[in-house]
């Protein structure tokens, strides 16, 4: 037989090898190449053996708004400076060299001198002209690796995801792929889904606050017992409370007691029953009010006091989903942790509304977290949380498969032509490619876990990533709402209940924007710094009310806590308001709205007028330590 057909034949039979998947240990027969595909360009071969990404026009457009005519909630530092790279296409080194930056670093080996180029962040300042003229962005490892753009191994490495394919194989690629890519990132696909606060809270204030004065009436002119009075108003203040919860069972159970509870006075007189089917008026009102016209989630935990500062107003939660499937997790579609009703719940923030002392209003946050990410996070350490390998985020992968099979179509072509030459040892070299560009391609494609080592999938992986997101998603309601702050409950004043967490002290902080040990930067509070920076406003310590200011009367409950021996022993002594009224109470303190006792400190940043626009997406690198190299390697 001729050495020409002997080549030919070994050749085929590389391309129709079976494989053993490790996982399942089946055999899986390899993406082939047949006389018949030959007429087939690589487009007809990506459609037939994966979805094509949806085609993304390079529009000019505002920044951050990634191409789009309409504002987006959120938008990618990252898709404006892969735009910069201008037209042509660009090797996958060209394309790291401009997402990334290096450094030099010198070291000794066995004491001889030597040293290493290694990878961190890429930072780059808005040009004159845009709305962000001036500002500086950082292009984020997260955002990279959720984008499945690159993964990186410890020293910055390229190790995977579309600049990986392209760079083994090397191919070439354009901003518009780029950006592509940047714009079908999962976090831009993100859901809010909403508990709370759709009512119409102005008119249920006014009915409320009526209710409230008509009880006032109702006691001086019928000169109720004090037992009766105290149990209307503790119904009342129930049932307010569970109405700006949302609380649907909160609003049933006090509505009932306050039903029975008016009707518990014994033969009223003309006037006084008046006034009793007045109150009982305003209150069916405001309860149907709350129950909208079907479309209002009822909040779920608003009397989870370990988590929740009681005494705010309008008190409200929100869950970012990803309603769809993530395949290779062990559960595509999961329902986890709190909201478990919801599939792919990623992170919730939970917040509601106060004041300050001169009747500014702003949202203040209580608690920020992933169910979904906050275990996971636990299993990886800082080097492993990107690199692809215990954690490979499976979205985009069609885009890789794209570029493959466009490569193997490359070489299928160049075997052709070496052999019709009698090029063998050509041959022999492209096929020995061909075959690294099949088992890239298997690799690419294969679905689910490898392995009790590998992990589930979510993005934003750390805190701090959808912390900022959660931070900026309340920036932008809070403009829409003409809010004034935006601010975060301090350790001290809340998340103490929960015992003493390095974790939460590190996350939301102090009053002063400290963390651990009053020293450093809490998380949260250093978000805000960033956010401020890059959007013109201010952060800083300010006074916000425990209560509604408008209601004199509180009921004062007092909380102490001591710091572990280890961390000093330090006591703290805080308070709050379970309720407040308008009239005077048994065991309640008369504290106007002019009163120091009424506000505690809190952390907060200045709501502008500009944040009701486009966010920008991922937190930028550097802030928590100096170094930046050493966040992101």
């Known amino acids: 037989m001729a050495l020409k057909e002997l080549l030919r034949r070994g050749i085929q039979s590389l391309l129709k090898k079976k494989k053993t998947d490790p996982v399942s240990g089946e055999t899986q027969k390899l993406i082939t190449y047949t006389p018949q595909s030959k007429t087939q360009t690589a487009k007809q ?3 037939q053996d994966a979805q094509l990404p949806v085609k993304v026009d390079r529009k000019i457009t505002d920044d951050l708004m990634m191409g789009e005519t309409r504002q987006p909630a959120f938008g990618s530092a990252a898709y404006d400076w892969a735009m910069k790279k201008g037209p042509g296409k660009y090797s996958a080194d060209e394309w790291i060299d401009h997402l990334t930056s290096t450094r030099k670093v010198n070291y000794k080996v066995f004491g001889k001198p030597t040293s290493r180029i290694e990878r961190g962040p890429k930072k780059f300042t808005y040009d004159k002209g845009s709305r962000f003229a001036g500002k500086e962005a950082t292009i984020n490892k997260e955002e990279l690796f959720d984008t499945n753009l690159a993964t990186f191994d410890s020293v910055g490495n390229v190790t995977g995801g579309l600049l990986g394919a392209a760079k083994k194989f090397n191919l070439k690629l354009s901003a518009q792929d780029i950006g592509n890519v940047i714009k079908m990132n999962p976090v831009n696909r993100l859901k809010p889904v909403e508990y709370g606060g759709v009512f119409n809270t102005r008119k249920m204030n006014k009915l409320i606050s009526g209710a409230e004065n008509m009880m006032f009436d109702l006691n001086k002119t019928a000169n109720l017992p004090v037992t009766v009075y105290n149990n209307i108003s503790t119904s009342m203040a129930s049932l307010k409370r569970a109405l700006y919860e949302g609380n649907a069972n909160g609003v049933n159970q006090s509505y009932k007691l306050l039903m029975k509870e008016l009707d518990s006075i014994s033969s009223p007189p003309q006037n006084i029953k008046t006034l009793i089917n007045q109150i ?5 009102e405001s309860v149907r009010i709350s129950r909208g016209s079907g479309n209002v989630r009822q909040t779920q935990y608003g ?4 988590y929740t500062f009681q005494g705010g107003q309008n008190y409200r939660e929100t869950v970012f989903v990803l309603d769809e499937p993530i395949i290779g997790n062990r559960s595509p579609m999961q329902n986890m942790g709190h909201f478990s009703n919801l599939k792919n719940n ?3 923030v939970r917040y509601d509304t106060r004041f300050t002392p001169d009747g500014k209003r702003g949202l203040v946050i209580h608690e ?3 169910d979904a990410n906050q275990n996971i996070a636990k299993q990886l350490t800082s080097k492993e949380a990107f690199t692809g390998i215990r954690r490979m985020n499976p979205f985009q992968k069609n885009v890789e498969i794209k570029l493959l099979l466009d490569s193997r179509m490359g070489l299928m072509k160049s075997i052709d032509d070496a052999i019709s030459k009698n090029q063998f040892n050509k041959a022999r070299a492209l096929s020995d490619d061909l075959r690294n560009a099949n088992r890239q391609i298997n690799r690419t494609m294969q679905e689910g876990p490898m392995g009790d080592a590998r992990l589930d999938y979510f993005p934003f992986l750390e805190a701090d990533a959808y912390g900022d997101y959660a931070l900026k998603f309340l920036l932008n309601k809070a403009a829409k709402e003409k809010l004034d702050f935006v601010a975060v409950m301090p350790f001290n004043k809340l998340h103490f209940r929960q015992g003493y967490k390095a974790g939460n002290e590190r996350f939301y902080g102090y009053a002063s924007g400290k963390g651990i040990d009053k020293k450093g930067q809490a998380v949260m509070p250093q978000l805000m710094k960033k956010a401020a920076r890059f959007q013109d406003s201010k952060t800083g310590t300010i006074k916000i009310s425990k209560s509604d200011p408008s209601k004199p009367y509180k009921e004062v409950v007092t909380e102490n806590f001591k710091y572990p021996d280890a961390k000093g022993g330090k006591k703290i002594v805080s308070d709050y308001h379970e309720t407040a009224s308008n009239a005077p109470m048994k065991g309640y303190k008369l504290i106007n709205k002019e009163d120091p ?14 944040m009701q626009y486009t966010q920008k997406l991922y937190k930028s690198e550097g802030g928590l330590v100096v170094d930046i190299f050493k966040t992101l390697w």
């Open 346 to 348: 990623i992170f919730h």
């Open 368 to 370: 920020i977290q992933s």
């Open 303 to 306: 009397n989870e006091t370990n």
């Open 280 to 284: 009982k008026g305003n209150v069916d």
């Open 597 to 610: 006792r009424l506000y505690f400190d809190a952390f907060a940043i200045e709501v502008t007028p500009s």
């Open 45 to 47: 071969l990506a459609k």
